[in-house]
């Protein structure tokens, strides 16, 4: 069984070599093991320790989390000729938790 982080990458990887089946195979098996919560959409680690909510306090992704759902975000929009109605709707869920991970300063914690 593949893991997350490599899933999302062959997908796109996939995506850029023009292989469809195997980017829409795999974005649909990601798909299956999405975390959807408050609009928007992310992936983790398998047996990762769900977060704490505590008031005063923003939860920031380990930056492996933001990278893997950063690589299903192009996945969706690096589809030839254009992204579908429902690969921009998916995209816009994944960029909305993608941009609540920014730090004060603008950045993430990944450096990819």
């Not at 093991?33 to 609009?39: H, I, W």
């Not at 299903?72 to 109605?85: E, R």
């Amino acid at each position: 069984e593949n893991h997350v982080y490599t899933k999302a990458l062959m997908a796109y990887a996939f995506a850029l070599a023009g292989k469809e089946e195997k980017r829409k195979a795999l974005l649909d098996s990601l798909e299956k093991e999405a975390v959807k919560k408050d609009g928007t959409v992310h992936w983790q680690r398998p047996g990762k320790e769900p977060e704490v909510d505590l008031p005063y306090y923003r939860y920031r992704a380990p930056s492996a989390e933001v990278e893997m759902t950063a690589y299903v975000l192009l996945a969706h929009l690096s589809v030839q000729p254009a992204p579908s109605q429902q690969e921009l709707s998916s995209a816009s869920l994944i960029a909305k938790w993608i941009s609540g991970q920014q730090n004060p300063n603008g950045g993430f914690s990944s450096t990819q």
